[in-house]
């Protein structure tokens, strides 16, 4: 797999300010793959698949403070993940009592505000 960077620049929700953003982009050497599924008789082909699979453009990321833009699937899933959450510790504090020892319920909030890093 071959990588490369792709940048960008635009306004940073976070920063408030035209800013350079980065993202790592995975790419697949179909070619290569194509060759070992022929010379292995197909026991290759798994590899490929889970190769191919996994290639894609990861997300945004401003390079002066950091922040994160996250896809729209990502975005989802963290959605749910909170929701969840959410939905957990609401069905514990009808039962009762503090949360489990080391427990954390819905992160820091907000999707579209991650903790400052240090």
């Known amino acids: 797999m071959g990588k490369r960077i ?3 620049q635009w306004k ?3 920063c408030q300010r035209v800013t350079v953003q980065s ?11 194509i ?3 022929v010379f292995l008789c197909g026991l290759w082909l798994p590899m490929w698949i889970l190769a191919a699979w996994s290639e894609g453009a990861g997300n945004w ?18 959605e ?4 969840k959450e959410t939905r957990q510790a609401a ?6 009592g503090p949360l489990p020892r080391g427990e954390v319920i819905g992160g820091w909030g907000s999707l579209d505000d ?4 240090q």
Not at 91 to 96: D, I, T, Y
Not at 114 to 117: A, K, T
Request: glycine fraction near 4%; aromatic fraction near 2%.
């Open 6 to 8: 792709e940048q960008a």
């Open 12 to 14: 940073c929700p976070r």
């Open 23 to 33: 993202r790592v982009i995975t790419e697949t050497n179909h070619v290569a793959h």
């Open 35 to 37: 060759l070992a599924v």
């Open 61 to 78: 990321r401003c390079v002066e403070c950091g922040y994160e833009h996250l896809s729209e699937k990502e975005r989802r899933r963290q």
């Open 80 to 83: 749910k993940r909170l929701r």
């Open 91 to 96: 069905r514990h504090r009808e039962k009762g």
């Open 114 to 117: 991650p903790p400052e890093r």
